[in-house]
């Protein structure tokens, strides 16, 4: 590794500029120099500099780089497993190789792991703090560094239920993707969860296929199933029911073989959602209670279930079993702050409750606000439809025409 490389790492890290580095060691014009290789200092100005940005001069021949690079991969591999206990455990291992060492390679290469690492422990602060770190590397990432990091920086955007950005960064590790031919699977798969979230029908079944495919080949049955299931929601939203059913069904023998109760709990969720789309809310409310029961710590996934029993049961007029799981819904999404259930429920309230008021502030205050920041145009023209059909029934007719347009707005605006 060439010194300039080392000096420029830290100090970006440190977040100094190169005058501020220089100063009372040399001009910025030959740092700059150091900085791009161009110039060999003499060791006398090496020793300031990394003195200045507090680095000792560590003897990087004596580690044993190719293992440690074998070790984060093995480390990404469990990662992906999803087996957190293990990806501690390893972790730690690293963590203490990583210590002895100040190669910018290698650690940058640790901090794009350990950003995935931390998106498993969904520890968003510590994601955000490795991000802010390798943003201001990001120009001299080699490109197989710059796919992982647009990967993840995509997964991180994901979490944060911002999908435009999300998928602007799984675009942008695809395209890497399409030169150095990584062709990981999971890429494809969290490309269709996100057309998935964005309501694009067509690419999240291109991208569930060929995922499904590969995590066939690789003879990966979960993932696989994982992808059955993106390909059964879509195709439920185009009224291709049989299609639907069929892989809900394969899945589930697979899922319950494997007694993996967070597969079943997708599982039994999506086929109640297939039943309630078909008008059959007594099976679909079976299998949302199935999901319910399995999903019980799980707030985020648990709520939205509890959103589509309520649906089912004013479906079926059950006015007062909707009501009471509406306000244990709310009572949860409110608990954890899972901003976009507390919405949904309420424009459930919105419809089937008398005093709408309140509800409605909610929906303006908060809702709308909450939608635009995550660009859910989707969500946003459903909300604002639901409003202009409120004011009208209340002869309100300028803010109803107001939200009307605002919902077309924000219908054209779905597929961009």
């Known amino acids: ?161 911002e999908y435009i950005d999300s998928l602007e960064y799984y675009l942008k590790a695809e395209m890497v993707n399409q030169q150095i031919h990584m062709n990981e699977p999971e890429l494809f798969y969290l490309l269709s ?42 195709y439920i939203r185009l009224n291709e029911y049989e299609k639907a059913k069929q892989h809900l069904e394969n899945s589930l023998k697979i899922a319950e073989k494997l007694n993996d109760t967070y597969l079943m709990s997708n599982l039994y969720h999506n086929i109640g959602y297939l039943y309630s789309k078909t008008n059959r809310h007594h099976e679909a409310i079976d299998y949302y209670f199935k999901s319910i029961e399995l999903r019980k710590e799980k707030y985020k996934m648990l709520s939205n279930s509890i959103y589509y029993l309520t649906e089912s049961f004013f479906a079926l007029n059950n006015i007062d079993a909707a009501k009471e799981w509406l306000e244990k819904g709310l009572q949860i999404a409110e608990k954890h702050n899972i901003v976009n259930i507390q919405i949904k429920l309420n424009l459930l309230k919105l419809k089937y409750y008398d005093n709408k008021e309140e509800i409605v502030k909610f929906i303006e205050e908060t809702g709308l606000s909450y939608l635009e920041e995550k660009q859910a145009w989707s969500e946003l023209s459903e909300a604002t439809q639901k409003l202009a059909n409120y004011y009208a029934n209340q002869q309100h007719y300028k803010t109803a025409y107001h939200y009307c347009c605002l919902a077309n707005d924000y219908k054209t605006k779905i597929h961009k």
């Open 193 to 234: 969860l996100v057309y998935t979230k964005l309501h694009n029908v067509t690419l999240a079944i291109r991208y569930a296929n060929i995922s499904f495919d590969i995590f066939n080949r690789n003879m990966d049955l979960v993932r696989s199933i994982e992808s059955q299931s993106v390909l059964s929601v879509n």
């Open 1 to 161: 590794m060439e010194i300039g490389d080392k000096i420029r790492y830290y100090r970006k890290q440190q977040g100094l500029t190169q005058k501020d580095l220089a100063e009372g060691i040399c001009t910025k014009s030959y740092l700059s120099k150091i900085e791009s290789n161009i110039a060999k200092p003499h060791q006398d100005i090496v020793k300031i500099l990394l003195a200045k940005l507090g680095v000792s001069e560590i003897d990087n021949e004596s580690i044993n780089v190719e293992e440690i690079n074998r070790k984060l991969y093995e480390w990404y591999e469990v990662i992906k497993s999803r087996d957190k206990n293990k990806a501690k455990a390893i972790e730690m291992s690293i963590y203490r190789d990583i210590s002895k060492i100040d190669d910018p390679r290698i650690i940058i290469e640790y901090q794009i792991f350990s950003l995935r690492y931390q998106l498993l422990l969904r520890n968003m602060d510590e994601s955000k703090q490795l991000i802010h770190k390798l943003e201001s590397v990001e120009n001299h990432l080699s490109e197989k560094q710059k796919y992982y990091f647009y990967f993840f920086y995509g997964l991180y955007k994901y979490l944060q239920y």
